[in-house]
């Protein structure tokens, strides 16, 4: 009986504050494990870690499918151009800013490390290393087997089919035929079924949240304790330097310009923020993002098309730290800093590759390699490169956490610019 009235004192607990409570012990207790000289967890206590990565992993596929068909499909046909194009454009122009925003962050703090001690490490990078170019990219966005990218797991070209999908869907609604709109409101109803059951399992693994997460952290700062040390603590700090900067003056203006209250903003944006910085993982975080996008006053119509792509293609946050880690790379293997060429490229790259980074934990650090390639220096087998990137790797949840934090608010600033710009919001709205 006790029991029960436990759980259910639990489960009736904000779930913001249950996460940053797992937040804080699992930091704490991993700083604690380090300094003692333990750097992993047992497996069985690991295993709760694993067991939430892999909760987000599983509703990834089915979410983004049902919310990207329910969202674009709720769009009608007229609104679609009008929302989709000025939606795009603003998530390009937003990502761009955050590349530059890196590469200046690069520059000023030249973060670079001693390298002879960590081509040891260039083994364990090597086998990380995506084989992709830009242009494959963009064309492999384009599935040759639908059922193959559900089962690969190829978010992009599940994202370009759901799109495509939905978008036939919006404009068979409103046919003139009678048997055409009957049978595809019963498909609508079937995606939206579908994302009404992945929102109420998010529910759940947000309940088991906080205990996943105090894993995962705990893991992190044991593993990582002693030697996030040095010139990653400088990647670290340029990194978040970026990010805050991008906060205030992107995100910040862009508010001011669509005369957005930049509290009330913030006062919704906070749960996505968080609930992103700790599962790191911007589709894990879409149910939260989106609740706060309906509590802000928009319209269903913006948010269920723009959020779902935003968690996919906006990756503002990703893109700075592609221009920190690629200065931090240059510099500590070549001993110099990026050229103005070196830098224009990284920033059209580290566009598209956070176009292509999926909404999940660590992609962008297989994107990096990416762009890495762009410029002609490829990250090979076995090279001091390859050494510096797996120093990156290592720190990667960390700086995860905060980009991802980063994505979410993007796509939400974003949404709720063009959703006011257009008219896309309730009557009674805070966005007013
Ligand atoms: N974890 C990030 C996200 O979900 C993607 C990345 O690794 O950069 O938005």
Not at 103 to 112: A, D, K, S, T, V
Not at 263 to 287: Q, Y
Not at 346 to 358: D, F, K, P
Request: proline content about 3%.
């Amino acid at each position: 009986m006790e029991k029960k009235s436990l759980l259910k004192k639990y489960l009736e607990f904000n779930v913001l504050y249950k996460i940053l409570i797992g937040l804080v012990i699992g930091a704490v207790a991993g700083i604690i494990l380090a300094s003692s000289g333990v750097t992993a967890l047992p497996a069985w206590i690991s295993m709760f870690g694993t067991i939430f990565t892999r909760l987000l992993k599983m509703i990834i596929i089915p979410m983004i499918l049902g919310s990207l068909v329910v969202g674009a499909s709720s769009v009608s046909p007229a609104n679609v151009g009008k929302v989709g194009i000025r939606v795009v454009i603003i998530y390009l122009i937003t990502s761009a800013f955050g590349v530059i925003i890196g590469l200046l962050m690069g520059n000023i703090f030249q973060p670079h490390a001693e390298l002879a001690a960590v081509t040891e490490l260039a083994a364990d990078a090597a086998g990380k290393t995506a084989e992709t170019n830009v242009w494959e990219v963009i064309s492999n966005i384009i599935p040759t087997s639908v059922l193959k990218s559900l089962v690969d797991e190829t978010v992009l070209q599940v994202i370009f089919f759901a799109l495509l999908f939905g978008l036939c869907l919006s404009f068979m609604k409103v046919s003139d035929d009678e048997r055409i709109r009957r049978i595809s409101n019963t498909s609508f109803e079937v995606f939206d079924c579908l994302t009404e059951i992945m929102l109420k399992i998010v529910a759940g693994i947000m309940q088991y949240a906080p205990i996943g997460v105090a894993v995962l952290i705990c893991e992190v700062f044991a593993k990582n304790g002693a030697k996030v040390a040095g010139a990653l603590l400088t990647v670290t700090i340029a990194c978040f330097l970026g990010y805050a900067i991008h906060i205030v003056f992107v995100y910040g203006g862009l508010l001011k310009i669509y005369k957005i209250k930049i509290g009330t903003f913030f006062k919704e944006a906070r749960l996505p923020f968080i609930t992103a910085f700790v599962t790191r993982s911007s589709n894990g975080t879409l149910p939260t993002t989106m609740a706060a996008a309906e509590n802000l006053g928009v319209d269903k119509e913006v948010y269920g098309f723009s959020l779902p792509l935003g968690a996919t293609i906006n990756m503002d946050g990703t893109a700075i730290y592609q221009g920190v880690c690629t200065f931090f790379l240059v510099m500590s293997v070549f001993g110099r800093a990026l050229t103005m060429g070196e830098m224009g490229m990284i920033v059209l790259l580290a566009t598209l590759a956070s176009i292509g980074t999926a909404g999940v934990p660590g992609a962008g650090a297989i994107m990096l390699a990416m762009v890495m390639q762009g410029i002609n220096l490829p990250i090979e087998a076995g090279t001091v490169l390859a050494g510096a990137y797996a120093m990156i790797l290592g720190i990667d949840a960390i700086l995860d956490m905060g980009r991802t934090a980063l994505n979410v608010t993007g796509d939400l600033t974003c949404t709720c610019c063009i959703a006011k710009k257009l008219g896309f919001i309730r009557e009674d709205s805070a966005l007013k």
